[in-house]
């Protein structure tokens, strides 16, 4: 099993910054890819971005130049830093990551942090 921690939501003002975290912990899997994914009101949760545990990342259109996903191995924590908010990145952001052993893979899920930007 892996528990996921996610932190560093908030209210900013479009424009402004926030970093988000999320640290996976296990005893026995291996992680592997991490990422980020977004729900709006009315919306469908969509990717964000994601990094692989070699430092590969993806990232959704609508946030390249903005965003920048990082992650610490020693600590399987990954990193968003959210540069330039516009009131249409407001939603619930949730940590992913796909852990494993022995071949099999499973992915997991953070509770969800809001992130609200707004004037």
């Known amino acids: 099993q892996v528990q996921l921690v996610e932190s560093g939501g908030g209210l900013v003002q479009p424009g402004g910054s926030l970093r988000l975290s999320c640290t996976a912990s296990?005893?026995?899997?291996?992680?592997?890819?991490m990422g980020w994914y977004r729900q709006a009101p009315g919306k469908q949760r969509e990717l964000v971005a994601t990094?692989?545990?070699?430092?590969?990342?993806n990232y959704v259109d609508s946030v390249k130049g903005r965003f920048t996903i990082s992650r610490d191995n020693a600590k399987n924590t990954t990193y968003l830093q959210m540069n330039s908010l516009k009131p249409e990145d407001t939603a619930i952001y949730y940590c992913?990551?796909?852990?494993?052993?022995?071949?099999?893979?499973?992915?997991?899920w953070g509770q969800g942090t809001q992130v609200t930007v707004s004037s």
């Open positions: 990094i692989t545990g070699s430092g590969n990342t």
């Open positions: 296990s005893t026995t899997f291996s992680i592997y890819n």
């Open positions: 992913k990551a796909l852990a494993g052993q022995l071949g099999q893979t499973y992915q997991y």
